[in-house]
């Protein structure tokens, strides 16, 4: 696609429950970030990819959070057991991956509500 | 611990003057700097880089950015505000090394533009 595309645009569930967030990347793009954007606190880095190397999970804050990257293309953010502090815009990012290269582009993200 | 820092929360400047939005950082060696600008329910978009060479980087919609490595600062500046400039920007910093080519964020500065 032209952009990188997230979905739900937004979510909104019940304390406890699991959520799941996509992230469609920019076709080729090897690199894939997961970052939160929570009010006042900037943007959290969570996670990221880089083709088939393992993933850099040092962002993760907790092990309720985890993440998945499908034929090194579409991700999935997964949430378990979500807890109030959860909610957050939770935004997606795509590079090209190449030496030299820094064009991350962002999608437009997914506001989650835990209520 | 390395880190971006954006004083100020809110910058408030009247239209037709100039504006700037502080940003210093605190990472080893020489890393990459990144403006970043956030319109209201949608993702970050690129606005302007610095990697190497002349410290004054000009990037979209007529922003500029001076890199000044004895103060480690990356100001984000603008000859003449515009109230269509009102929005959330973001510093960022890619440090070099390390293994990973995350970007690390600011908390955001508000950019409020009156008429």
């Known amino acids: 696609g032209a952009g990188v595309s997230q979905s739900p645009s937004n979510k909104v569930t019940e304390k406890g429950k699991d959520v799941e967030l996509r992230c469609d990347p920019i076709?080729?793009?090897?690199?894939l970030y997961w970052y939160r954007q929570s009010l006042g606190q900037g943007l959290e880095f969570l996670i990221y990819?880089?083709?088939?190397?393992?993933?850099?999970k040092s962002g993760l804050p907790s092990d309720r959070f985890s993440a998945e990257r499908t034929g090194g293309s579409v991700s999935t953010l997964t949430i378990q057991r979500t807890q109030q502090e959860d909610s957050a815009v939770y935004l997606c990012?795509?590079?090209?991956?190449?030496?030299?290269?820094?064009?991350?582009?962002f999608g437009s993200g997914t506001r989650l509500t835990v209520v | 611990a390395q880190s971006v820092a954006q004083p100020e929360d809110q910058v408030n400047v009247a239209e037709g003057n100039p504006l700037t939005v502080k940003c210093t950082y605190s990472?080893?060696?020489?890393?990459?700097l990144f403006w970043y600008v956030q319109y209201p329910n949608r993702g970050l978009q690129f606005l302007l880089k610095?990697?190497?060479?002349?410290?004054l980087v000009k990037g979209s919609y007529g922003f500029e950015a001076e890199f000044n490595k004895s103060q480690t600062s990356f100001h984000l500046k603008k000859p003449s505000a515009l109230v269509s400039d009102s929005a959330l920007y973001f510093c960022?910093?890619?440090?070099?090394?390390?293994?990973?080519?995350?970007?690390?964020f600011g908390t955001g500065t508000r950019l409020q533009v009156f008429p």
């Open positions: 990012a795509s590079r090209p991956g190449g030496q030299g290269d820094y064009g991350y582009t």
């Open positions: 076709s080729g793009h090897t690199a």
């Open positions: 990819f880089q083709g088939n190397s393992a993933p850099d």
């Open positions: 990472v080893s060696g020489n890393p990459y």
């Open positions: 610095y990697i190497t060479g002349d410290n």
């Open positions: 960022a910093v890619r440090p070099l090394g390390g293994g990973t080519d995350k970007l690390i």
